[in-house]
Structure formats: C-alpha cells, structure tokens
C-alpha cells in the first residue's frame, strides 16, 4: 500500500522533516504502507494532482500481480481497486479482440498498461495511448517487464494522438476506457474517421457511456453489452460495451 499526502503549498526542511516522521511512524505502526509520497499542488482544479512529487518515506512504487502480469504503479497512477473484477474484465476483453483476429488494435486511456497487457497476447500490435506522463513510463516498464514487445506506447491525450499522423491507421479494432465523464466529441469523431471493424468500449457511468454509444451508433451495432459490479453495495457498475461495424 502506498500513502499519499497534498498540500497547496511548498513546505520549507522543518514542516517536510515533520510531516515523513509522521509517516515514518505510520509505516512502523500498520505494516501494510511501503512507502509515503508527497504531492504539491498549488492550483485550484479538478484534477487530484500538482506536478511536484517527493517520496517521504520508504518506496514511491508499488508492485502488484493482475492476473499473470506484474505491474508497477505510483501514488498518481490509476488502478482499479476490486483487483478481481478487473481482472474479469480485462480478460473478457482479451477473449473478445481474440475471437475478432485482431492484429492492429488501438487502445485509448492506457494508464500504467493494466488492458494493455491482455491485449498484446492477442493481438500483433498495440498501439497504447496515456496523456498523464507518471503513467505512461511505467506503461513502458511494465511492456518491458512483461515480455509485450508488441506494444508501442504514445504519451499523448486521446484528442491530440487521434489528430496526428499516428492516429489514422489502420485499426482494426478501437478499445477505449474513458475516466466517468466519457470520451470527449473529438475523441469519438477521431474512431468514427478510423471506422474499425470493432470498438470496445469500457465504462464506469452507464449514462456517458449511452450518450457515446449513441454518437458511435452511426454504421455500428451494439453486439455485445456486459455489466460488472466492481464496486459492491453502491451504485455504480461497470459497463462493457461492443460496438460492430455493420456489413454494407
């Protein structure tokens, strides 16, 4: 487990040496927390993070096994929590891109490879999109560590990898899975030009994920539509959405 501290501002030697002893004698007393990362963020936004990170005490990684991949992740990265869900998940998607003969599949959202991982054992090549920086080096590490020689890893947002030279094609096959607000318009519109055989959509708000379907629904099909209780007693569920290309 790894702990996380932000505050709004930078800390002179004597908050810093006070807070990592803090939490140096949270390590001790839990057992459980191998390490302890500070974040600055000095903006007023939506987003968790500032830029500066500094390690407090122990390790600012974590290694954990989802399924039979080894992945490292960081304080910032995204990673779902019912490990067991997503690995259901992930493996269903693996099952699926496999029963579509897939070889050139672009993944959108990648974060540390989680999906990535399960989509380079079925398919030729991978190409793995992740804008958050921290992200997408341990994206590359976790390939590496791996054996996923077949995926190729851009650190771009999905708008800015899908307007390029790199984001035209071909793709068979379009798996995106978009944080609770959705894909953006331009995100949709850049698979619409892609036109794949196959989109693989995986969400975590039933309503954005309708709304995104029903832009993409133009030349396409729901052939499959799954849900997944990965988070128990509450009321969200997690969708799995397949889209096929209609035959003319």
Same mark, same amino acid.
């Given at each position: ?25 949270? @390590? ?36 954990? &096994? &989802? ?6 992740? #960081? ?51 991978? #190409? ?10 341990? @994206? ?36 995106? #899975? ?9 995100? +949709? ?35 499959? +539509? ?16 397949? +889209? ?5």
């Amino acid at each position: 487990m790894l702990a996380g501290t932000v505050v709004s501002r930078g800390l002179d030697r004597r908050e810093f040496g006070k807070l990592r002893d803090v939490h140096q004698k949270l @390590m001790s007393r839990s057992g459980e927390i191998s390490g302890s990362v500070l974040n600055i963020k000095e903006t007023r936004d939506n987003f968790v993070w500032g830029p500066a990170f500094r390690t407090l005490c122990g390790s600012k990684f974590l290694t954990t &096994l &989802l399924g039979e991949y080894e992945l490292g992740i #960081d304080i910032s990265a995204f990673f779902q929590v019912n490990v067991p869900q997503a690995e259901r998940i992930f493996s269903r998607v693996r099952d699926i891109t496999l029963g579509f003969g897939s070889s050139e599949t672009l993944e959108l959202y990648s974060g540390v490879g989680s999906l990535s991982a399960y989509l380079a054992g079925v398919a030729e090549r991978v #190409d793995a999109v992740e804008e958050w920086r921290p992200a997408a080096r341990l @994206m590359k590490e976790n390939m590496d560590r791996n054996g996923a020689g077949n995926v190729r890893v851009f650190e771009r947002s999905a708008e800015g990898f899908l307007s390029g030279e790199d984001g035209c094609g071909p793709y068979d096959t379009v798996v995106l #899975d978009p944080p609770r607000t959705g894909a953006s318009e331009a995100v +949709l519109k850049g698979v619409a030009r892609i036109a794949p055989k196959n989109i693989v959509y995986i969400s975590c708000d039933p309503a954005t994920l309708a709304r995104d379907a029903a832009r993409l629904a133009d030349g396409y099909e729901i052939s499959l +539509l799954e849900a997944y209780d990965m988070f128990p007693q509450t009321s969200h569920v997690e969708s799995l959405c397949v +889209l096929t290309k209609i035959r003319p």
